[in-house]
C-alpha cells in the first residue's frame, strides 16, 4: 500500500462506487403498512428511522434476542413497526414521545399492522422526566433520536440496560454535520459531545458508529 493513501486506497478496493447509502436504504425492501406509515409521518413532519436504519434495529433486535425495549422518540411508528418484525411474541417496546399526535400515528401503524396492543406502551410528555423513571437495569436495548438531553439520556439509559445491553443513538452523525468541526449549531455541538462521552467511557460502555441512515452509535453496556 506504500504511496496510496487513505482516499487512494478506498478507491482501489471500490472502483465503480455507487450511492452506498440508496442502495443500503433499499436492501431490505419495507413493507406497504411501513410505507404508509413514513408517508404520514412526513405530512406533519416527525423524524422517523430511515429504512437501513430500521433494518439494523430489527437485526440487533433478533441478535441478541431483546424482549424489552425502550425507544426516545417514537416518530410516526416507522421503527416499531421494524422492531415488532423480530421482537419476541411476549416482548414488550415502550415508546416515549413529546408529541400527542406522534403516539396517534404510531398506534394507527401498529393496529394496521395488526400487532396487539398489550405488545406495546406508548408513553407521551415531558421525555427527560419519563425516561428519569425506568426501571433499573430491565431492557434489552435503548433507542435514542432526540438531540435534547443527549447527555442526562446516555446516564439513565446505563442505569436502565441490564449488562450486555444495547444502546442505539440514531442520527448520531447528523449526516456528516457532527464529523465537521465547523458545524457549531446546537444539534451538532450536543451529538459530538456525547459520543465522545461515550467512546471516553471504556469501563461503561463499548461502542462504535456506523455510516448509516444519518449515522449510528451503537453502544453495548458494560
Known amino acids: 500500500m506504500s504511496g496510496i493513501g487513505e482516499k487512494g486506497f478506498t478507491e ?6 455507487g450511492d452506498m447509502r440508496a442502495f443500503s436504504n433499499t436492501f431490505i425492501p419495507e413493507t406497504e403498512i411501513i410505507q404508509k406509515a413514513r408517508a404520514r409521518g412526513q405530512e406533519i413532519g ?16 433478533h441478535l441478541i434476542g431483546a424482549s424489552s425495549i425502550v425507544e426516545i422518540g417514537t416518530g410516526a411508528g416507522v421503527s416499531g413497526l421494524w422492531i415488532f418484525q ?4 411476549k416482548g414488550l417496546l415502550t415508546s416515549i414521545d413529546d408529541e400527542v399526535e406522534n403516539a396517534k400515528l404510531a398506534k394507527q401503524a401498529f393496529d394496521e399492522a ?11 410528555g415531558n421525555s427527560r422526566e419519563i425516561v428519569g423513571k425506568l426501571a433499573d437495569s430491565l431492557y434489552d436495548i435503548f433507542i435514542m433520536r432526540k438531540s435534547g438531553d443527549l447527555l442526562d439520556g446516555i ?6 440496560l441490564r449488562p450486555g445491553g444495547v444502546l442505539v443513538i440514531d442520527r ?9 468541526p465547523t458545524q457549531r449549531d446546537e444539534d ?6 456525547v459520543i465522545k462521552v461515550i467512546k471516553d467511557s471504556a469501563t461503561l460502555w463499548l461502542p462504535m458508529l456506523l455510516p448509516v441512515g444519518d449515522g449510528v452509535m451503537v453502544a453495548t453496556k458494560i
Open 86 to 89: 423480530a421482537l419476541s411474541p
Open 46 to 61: 416527525t423524524y422517523d428511522a430511515t429504512p437501513a436504519v430500521g433494518s439494523l434495529l430489527r437485526y440487533l433486535t
Open 114 to 124: 395488526g400487532i396487539n396492543s398489550s405488545r406495546y406502551r406508548l408513553i407521551t
Open 172 to 180: 448520531a452523525l447528523l449526516s456528516g454535520k457532527v464529523a465537521d
Open 155 to 160: 446516564e439513565n439509559a446505563h442505569r436502565s
Open 12 to 17: 482501489k478496493l471500490f472502483p465503480e462506487r
Open 188 to 193: 451538532s455541538v450536543a451529538y459530538r459531545e
